[in-house]
């Protein structure tokens, strides 16, 4: 091949790697200032801000309520040991988040949650559709717990209730029927407690009225108490009432 065909050649790709060099930088400079601009400093800054004060608030909540009520929750899980011991069964119940809270619980007794053992009694009133569509079409939808309550409870159970609020009707009448037939009732609710405060037997409130920290929270409780009655009847807590 000729000097200058090897020439040309070599001018032509160094002309097309320097094309190349320069749309790649104009893209790298394009993605650099978006990702720097002003505006994303900005939003960064203010996700930033959030984050720090939710965990902050989420934490305080907890630390609040386990305050006030220490001695309410062993109360409550000295309750489901009795109830489990004796032959009853936990009822479970709530809305929405509170749904979802009753029946991640119920599994949890059932299944397991630390410790390998014998599956306990428990169950979420929030799981059949055909009875929770049936009566909330035929009747009310602040009817759906009240009867199943009457159908499947009995003294010696424990209902528990579960309201961001305190003011959920279904579970005012939940409550209420309850206790109506000599079954012991708790409440997990937040802010004021709103009517079903003084409803239950026993009444755990979150003192906040941010709804996400009052659920985090009831999650964190549901855990305890699941904890709670695991080592009480199947670990290591020298507990006389459980001996």
Known sequence: MARNQKGEI?????ALLLRYLSRTF??????????????????????DKIITKSLKDSISAKKEFIRVHREDVIRLAEWMIETIK?????LIFGNGGSAADAQHM???????????????????LT????????VGNDFSFDDIFEKQIRAL??????ALGI??????????KGIRVAEELGIKTAILTGGSGGK????????????????????????????????????????????????
Not at 10 to 14: A, G, K, P, T, V
Request: with cysteine.
């Open 10 to 14: 070599f001018l032509n790709s160094y």
């Open 106 to 124: 119920a599994a949890e007794f059932v299944n397991r949650f630390l410790i390998d053992r014998p599956p306990l009694a428990a169950i979420a």
């Open 127 to 134: 799981t059949d559709s055909s009875i929770l569509t049936s």
């Open 26 to 47: 104009k893209n790298f400079q394009f993605i650099w200032v978006s990702n720097h601009s002003p505006q994303n400093s900005q939003r960064y800054y203010f996700m």
């Open 196 to 243: 079903l405060r003084d409803l239950a037997g026993l009444a755990l409130i979150v003192p906040t009225d941010m709804t996400p920290h009052i659920q985090e929270a009831h999650l964190w409780v549901e855990h305890i108490l699941c904890r709670l009655v695991d080592e009480a009847l199947y670990g290591d807590i020298a507990n006389p009432c459980v001996q």
């Open 153 to 158: 409870g009995k003294p010696g159970d424990l």
């Open 163 to 172: 309201s961001t609020s305190g003011n959920s009707p279904n579970v005012i």
């Open 86 to 90: 004796d032959g009853g069964k936990i």
